[in-house]
């Protein structure tokens, strides 16, 4: 369990199936981070992303924490985030904040997610548990503005727009193009050691 209950708390919650994670995912979290005076973010690794089984083949939860624990390592108040792998099954976000909230008993939880997510937060698993246990921050790119719905309360933070994704990092790992300043170098080395994506093969 990562610091004190005294030391955290103001939690943000960034879960994502990080495959691999990138420097959107840390700007993202830094930008949230600072904007919202949070002791920390957790970059939460999903063990099974519900939304995308069936859609391709997931990289192991653990080689997907050890990819996020390395690209955390040198950034102050971001953190990997193993609860949901160490919960097992099936990972949702109500499940992980009820955790959270028995760990760290009186703190903020704050959730982060995307703007496309958020228009779409009512297809969520007990997404009315979600509101209830958290404050919900959605991540606006500029230019991009999206309606949401008007009976969540929200807080929109501003976040630079970074054309980068894990499809495409994937593509690129496939395709032998150069992943430089879109993956960290810590990232890298976890995935030429652990021969992920195809590299090493």
């Known amino acids: ?17 990080f495959d691999p ?48 624990d390395a690209a955390v390592s040198e950034v102050p108040g971001l953190l990997a985030g193993r609860h949901e792998i160490d919960l097992g099954g099936d990972s949702y976000t109500a499940d992980t ?32 548990e979600v509101v209830a246990l958290s404050q919900l921050v959605v991540v606006d790119r500029p230019g991009v503005p999206v309606e949401l719905p008007d009976a969540i309360d929200w807080i929109r933070v501003e976040v630079p727009r970074l054309e980068v994704s894990s499809t495409d990092l994937r593509a690129r790992f496939s395709d032998g193009r150069p992943l430089n300043y879109l993956v960290t170098e810590p990232v890298l080395d976890v995935i030429d050691a652990r021969s992920l994506y195809g590299v090493n093969q």
């Open 21 to 68: 994670p990138h420097v959107g995912h840390l700007v993202t979290a830094v930008n949230v981070r600072h904007s919202l005076n949070l002791d920390v973010v957790l970059l939460m690794v999903a063990n099974v992303p519900w939304q995308k089984q069936g859609t391709r083949l997931i990289t192991p939860a653990i080689d997907r924490l050890a990819m996020v």
């Open 1 to 17: 369990m990562p610091g004190s209950a005294q030391q955290m708390r103001r939690i943000g919650l960034f879960g994502g199936t």
């Open 97 to 128: 904040l009820a955790t959270l909230a028995g760990d760290y008993p009186g703190a903020e939880l704050y959730t982060i997610i995307g703007d496309d997510a958020a228009a779409g937060l009512e297809t969520w698993s007990r997404h009315e």
